[in-house]
């Protein structure tokens, strides 16, 4: 199987982009070049003039409900929708249920993925506690042995610092890293969205946003008093992006994530009442906002991901303070992003880069269209205009409060392993 | 307008138009037959989710007088104790082909969710710590009663504004028709930003109340808030309880308003609550008179 991908703009993920031409030989990328490749016996030339061609991106932080709440989501349908983003490879969080703090659960997943999947690669991340319950430490090595590729508690994080302690250190013997869902339980308890003006004016509890500065800062002190690695969940505030740049300029081997709704929306939208604004961490303040967005351009946050929450009507659908939290983004994520691209405020390469750097935080092969790697692809065609709408979704989630926008940007193709498994139906 | 489910949205005008309106149905109050047909024929649904006595009973009392018919739905609790999504809930009370529903929900945003979903008109009855527009309505309307107007003012708001939906629905009224609007409490009640809403705000009730023309007292809220909003009563009562003492700043003509229902001796002294410069009688009397208004602006309008 070869297929020639021609005219396009090569945007390898690290370095420039230049237009170019890329042959995939079976499940490998076989050359790259910034002039047309000339190779017989292809099965198939695809000119993408005026289209993207980077390293099949990464979501590190998606939840596909698998087992336990399928009616939300599961793997099949999360991975398809993973697929119709530009996603070759989710790291999924372990709230499931059972919760995914055995061995058990994730070679279920992994099974299912393989089995019943598209072919887009899934990296269960396991519990850091039993049951997420913050008390004992779940096997960790086990999970490791199984396949997870990092261990989080995400929503329900641990508060016990000793504990914390303990764990990151006993995760280090394998290898891997605890994944940080920075909150303060205490600050935000009973809280509905950001605490400010606008918490104020609509009349619904608040959740300050110090509490996640808060718990950011424990968690780099940790990692720099073990002097080890940790990675920071869906970062929203001002005070956290300044705390990770504090932590970096020392040495500290942070890394930090965000997901785009946190660069779009402000505790503002809360005023619709639409439990589909209803998110934790909660939208922020346009300082919050507009921080996030310059901590993305330089480099204090690394990576976007996307913190797919998919939930089924009848859990959302319901009074503000009952509703449950997350919204659907594995399909939105690319083109709610590249806007940033278009307003010039990231660079394409920038906007690979911190869709792909996710590879290189959990040691996952993947994020490069160098000769001999693996042909994961993911193809966009960065002008073409089009509306989100909720009921195309693949995901079984219709929760985005992004339902109606118009963008710019689409994913046009998903390429794992040398085979096509997503087209985009124009 | 088709629903009324906050203050916020409104203008000046419309706030000045139903407060006019109001003056006609109290003289209706007064009458020997307190009774007028202007709303024969159609029907009003009154949904409780969360407990009241005295906003549920004026509804039913101003629905009453003016010849609607008026169905009562009290539910300990919201409908999802029972499994039940809001549209679920919206979709039932629809089927009854109400012209209008008064909800009263403890979480904010409930009555807009459901105005969203159903085609009748929708009276907000209090959600949550959001709004109360009726009751700001019928405060509006004494403070305008008995000083002749809504101008000019200087108001003083004190107690626990951060989970007050009537403190809410006061501001925006008042800063909409031009007075001045001191809020004062411990800093744990005054809710962040709400400067930004055009008032002042300060610690020391002393400072509010001086020169004020109207003294609002808003309720201590939930019991379990004491240890964690406040110290205890005890303690509050010391430092924010409008007594004599504290009333003697105020103008000599101010007036004393509460929404009730009133913690006496916590946040009001009985002799204040009880003397000649509180209205909170009044205000409860007018709040008739104002629903009233409210319900025939909304469903009897022009056609009636
Ligand atoms: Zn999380």
Known sequence: MKLLIKNATICPGTGQSFPGSLLVENDRIAKVAPVEIKADGVDEILDARGMIVAPGFIDIHAHFRDPGFEYKEDIVSGLNAAA?????????????????????????????????????????????????????????????????????????????????????????????????????????RGGQMNEGYFSTLYGLPGIPAVGEALSVARECLMAEYLGLPIHICHVSTKAACDIIAFFKTRGVKVTAETAPHYLLLTDEALGSYDPNTKVNPPLRSEEDRRAVIEALKNGTIDAIATDHAPHHERDKNLEFNAAASGMVGLETAVALTLKFVHEKQISLERFVEVFTAGYRMFGIEGGTLAEGSLADITLIDPSYTWTIDKNMFLSKGRNTPFHGFHVKGAVFRTIVAGKTIYTRPY | MKHLLGIESLNRD??????????????????????????????????????????????????????????????????????????????????MAPDCLVIRHAVSGTPHMLA??????????????????????????????RKGRLDGLKVALIGDIAHSRVARSNIHLLTKTGSQVVLAGPATMIPRGVEKL????????????????????????????????????????????LDEKLLSLARPDAIVMHPGPANRGVEIEDDIMDGDRSVILEQVANGVAVRMAVLYLLLGGSNA
């Open chain 1, 84 to 188: 119709a983003g530009g996603f070759t490879a989710v790291c999924t969080m372990p709230n499931t249920s059972p919760v995914c703090d055995n061995i058990g659960v994730i070679e279920y997943q992994k099974k299912k993925a393989r089995e019943e999947g598209n072919g887009v690669r899934l990296f269960p991340i396991g519990a850091a506690t039993k049951g997420q319950k913050g008390e004992t430490m779940a096997p960790i090595g086990e999970l490791k042995e199984g396949g997870a590729v990092a261990v989080s508690d995400d929503g329900k994080p641990i508060q016990d610092s000793s504990l914390l302690l303990r764990l990151m250190q006993y995760a280090s013997s394998f290898g891997i890293k605890y994944v940080a869902h920075a909150e303060d339980l205490y600050l935000s």
């Open chain 2, 14 to 95: 419309q706030i000045m138009q139903i407060l006019e309106t109001a003056v006609s149905f109290e003289e209706i109050n007064q009458r020997q037959i307190k009774k007028v047909p202007t709303l024969k024929g159609i029907s009003v649904i009154n949904f409780f989710a969360e407990p009241s006595t005295r906003t549920r009973m004026s509804f039913e009392v101003a629905e009453k007088r003016l010849s609607a018919d008026t169905y009562n739905i009290a539910v300990a609790g919201s409908a999802i104790t029972k499994g039940e999504t809001l549209a679920d809930t919206a979709l039932n009370l629809q089927a």
């Open chain 2, 116 to 145: 969203q979903i159903m085609n009748c008109s929708v009276i907000n009855a209090g959600d949550g710590f959001h709004e109360h527009p009726t009751q700001a309505l019928l405060d509006a309307y004494t403070i305008k009663k």
């Open chain 2, 198 to 241: 055009g008032v002042t705000v300060t610690y020391d009730p002393k400072e509010a109340v001086k020169e004020a023309d109207v003294v609002m007292m808003l309720r201590i809220q939930e019991e379990r808030e004491s240890g964690l909003m406040y110290p205890d009563r005890r303690e509050y009562a010391r430092f924010f309880c």
